[in-house]
C-alpha cells in the first residue's frame, strides 16, 4: 500500500520549550482513515502542524507521495491546497466577518473562479448543515458552529487529504454523528482522512487504522481492531478500550464467545456474536 503522506524520525522542540515531538514515525495510507489517538500534551496538534507544513522539524521530515516537503513559498501553497488542516481552536481558523466569505476564502485562494467557489461554499454549508449561517458574521457563532464553520472551509476545498484536529470536540450529539457521516463519505469518495482525538469511541466508530501516540511519539500504528483491542498497549497511554470492545474481550475471557470471533463494529454485532445458538468455539 502506498503511502501518501509519512513522517519519518521527527523532532521538534518549540521555542524555549521541552521536545514535543521526538523519533516520530508515521504512514498515512491513500484513502484510508487513520486516527491520531493519545492524551492531553501527547504531540497530536504539533504533528498536524508539520503535515501541512505549517511547522518545519527540528530533524527528520515529512515526505508527500515520496518527496520530502516543499518549504519554499510556493511549495507551501500547493501543499495546502493538497493537504487541508482543520485546527484544534476554530477560533486560530476563521478570519473573515461573514461564514460565507470565510469558507469561500480556500477556494478563492485555490484561483477558482467565483461561480465555483460560490458552489463549493454552497456544497460545504449543506454538507454540514449549517445554510442558514452563510451570512451570519463570523463573531457572533457559537463554539461547535465556528467549529463547524471551520470544516466546512477546509471540504471546500476539497484536498487529497484533510487533517482534522479533534474534530468532534465541542460539537453535541447530533452535530458529531452528522459530521462522523460526512466523513465516511468523503472517505468512501476516496478522499484519505487523517484525524486526532483522545475519544477512543471516535477512532472506533471512524478510524481504519490508528497511531497510538504517548509522549510526543507513536508508539504503535496498525488497523483499528488491532490497536483497539490491545489493552495493555493502550495503557501505555493511559487510554482504555472503547466499551464495545471491553465487552467483547470480558465475554471472550468467560467463554462467552469464540476466542477467534472478529471484533464487534456495533452494539448489534456484539449482541448476535452473544446470542444463544451462535456457536462458542470455532469450528475445527
Ligand atoms: N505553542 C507552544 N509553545 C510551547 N509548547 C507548546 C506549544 N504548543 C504545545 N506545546 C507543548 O508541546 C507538547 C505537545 O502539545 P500538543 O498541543 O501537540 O499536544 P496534543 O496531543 O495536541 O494535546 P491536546 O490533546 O491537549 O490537544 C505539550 O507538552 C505542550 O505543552
Ligand atoms: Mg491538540
Redesign the pocket.
Known amino acids: 500500500m502506498s503511502a501518501i503522506l509519512e513522517a519519518r524520525d521527527l523532532h521538534y522542540a518549540?521555542?524555549?520549550?521541552?521536545a514535543?515531538?521526538r523519533h516520530l514515525n508515521l504512514s498515512v495510507t491513500a484513502g484510508r482513515k487513520l486516527a491520531?489517538l493519545?492524551?492531553?500534551?501527547?504531540?497530536?496538534?504539533?504533528?498536524?502542524?508539520h503535515l501541512n507544513g505549517s511547522i518545519r522539524p527540528d530533524r527528520g521530515r515529512v515526505l508527500m507521495a515520496g518527496q520530502p516537503g516543499d518549504y519554499s513559498r510556493r511549495g507551501l501553497i500547493g501543499w495546502r491546497s493538497r493537504v487541508a488542516l482543520v485546527l484544534?481552536d476554530a477560533d486560530d481558523q476563521i478570519f473573515a466577518a461573514t461564514v460565507a466569505e470565510d469558507v469561500s476564502f480556500g477556494p478563492l485562494n485555490q484561483g477558482l473562479p467565483a461561480t465555483e467557489a460560490a458552489a463549493r461554499v454552497q456544497m460545504a454549508l449543506a454538507a454540514l448543515g449549517i445554510e442558514d449561517l452563510a451570512d451570519r458574521p463570523t463573531h457572533m457563532l457559537s463554539g461547535g458552529q465556528k467549529k463547524r464553520v471551520a470544516i466546512a472551509g477546509a471540504v471546500a476545498m476539497r484536498p487529497e487529504i484533510l487533517l482534522l484536529?479533534?474534530p468532534t470536540a465541542g460539537l453535541d450529539r447530533a452535530g458529531a454523528d452528522q459530521l462522523i457521516a460526512l466523513l465516511e463519505r468523503l472517505g468512501q469518495r476516496g478522499m484519505t482522512l487523517v484525524f486526532?482525538t483522545?475519544d477512543i469511541e471516535l477512532a472506533a466508530t471512524l478510524a481504519d487504522e490508528v497511531a497510538l501516540?504517548d509522549g510526543?511519539t507513536v508508539i504503535a500504528q496498525d488497523t483499528a481492531e488491532t490497536v483497539l483491542g490491545d489493552a495493555d498497549l493502550l495503557a501505555r497511554a493511559g487510554l482504555r478500550p472503547p466499551m464495545l470492545i471491553e465487552l467483547w474481550l470480558g465475554a471472550q475471557a468467560r467463554g462467552l464467545i469464540a476466542p477467534d470471533a472478529p471484533p464487534p463494529r456495533s452494539a448489534g454485532a456484539l449482541l448476535t456474536l452473544l446470542s444463544p445458538g451462535v456457536p462458542r468455539r470455532a469450528a475445527g
Open positions: 518549540y521555542p524555549g520549550g521541552i514535543a515531538l491520531i493519545g492524551p492531553n500534551g501527547a504531540g497530536k496538534s504539533t504533528l498536524l502542524l484544534q484536529d479533534e486526532s483522545h501516540f510526543g
